[in-house]
């Protein structure tokens, strides 16, 4: 496992039993990941006051490779589900896709994401969409991007601040912290609760159409008790009739003549 400790780099296996140094601690390191080779670490580590975006053979063996230059923070990122792609934030008014194969990075959207209390964007569940926040009136929004369309959509627009988004696994809703009644402007989020945002009509069904279903059934249940009732009908008409045809060969002698 990879993690940081007072701006160092570190290595251990799982338990933590032995650790390696892997930066050199002249500058603060931030943020860590893996990546797909489960050898590489991609790191966001200060160059002259900014974090950019370095990457290091996890065993600590050759040098670092800085794959950002930036005057700014690049921070906060996330990468997607097979790991060939990343998202993350930089300054005050960026969102980056990098590609994970080349560590090329390109502004997907400009919008007022603020250098400070951000949320972290994140990549949807099919690796379509990518989910972020910037400020509206000095409250946070949830904004979805469309990677292939370039298309980015506002989907809360309330007036207060929805914060920390997330996505569900099967990638049908968004759920985030917010105070439905007070804006955090600026005092800052009082007493948030989690909510659920549904992105298409996935919600339950309503108790009325629990209600009508509850008829659906009760017909469906009638109609076989029907066919029952008149397949039992049909067969006690058939035994009735056989019962009087017995009788009347008993009671007319020629029909034995004739066997």
Do not use: C
Not at 2 to 8: D, N, Y
Not at 171 to 200: C, E, V, W
Request: hydrophobic share 30%; proline share 3%.
């Amino acid at each position: 496992m990879a993690f940081v400790s007072r701006g160092v780099l570190f290595v251990s296996d799982i338990e933590g039993k032995f650790a390696q140094q892997v930066s050199d601690g002249k500058e603060r390191v931030m943020e860590v990941k893996w990546l797909k080779d489960n050898r590489t670490l991609l790191y966001s580590q200060t160059d002259k006051g900014y974090q950019n975006w370095f990457s290091i053979s996890a065993d600590g063996k050759g040098q670092p490779k800085q794959l950002t230059h930036d005057l700014r923070n690049n921070r906060n990122i996330t990468l997607n589900k097979d790991l060939s792609k990343a998202v993350y934030l930089s300054g005050r008014d960026e969102v980056r896709l990098m590609d994970l194969s080349s560590f090329s990075s390109t502004t997907i959207v400009k919008d007022e994401i603020w250098a400070f209390q951000n949320s972290k964007p994140s990549f949807s569940p099919n690796n379509e969409y990518v989910l972020f926040s910037a400020k509206r009136n000095f409250e946070l929004d949830i904004f979805i991007h469309n990677i292939k369309k370039g298309q980015t959509i506002n989907l809360t627009n309330t007036g207060v601040s929805e914060e920390d988004p997330y996505w569900s696994p099967n990638g049908k809703y968004i759920y985030f912290a917010s105070d439905r009644i007070n804006p955090s402007y600026p005092l800052g989020m009082q007493k948030s609760n989690i909510y659920r945002m549904a992105l298409d009509w996935f919600d339950e069904p309503y108790k009325s159409e629990r209600f009508d279903k509850l008829f659906i059934e009760e017909e469906k249940d009638k109609k076989t008790a029907d066919t029952q009732k008149d397949s039992k009908e049909k067969k006690k008409k058939q035994k009735k009739v056989l019962i009087r045809r017995r009788k009347r060969k008993r009671k007319n002698p020629l029909s034995k003549s004739l066997k």
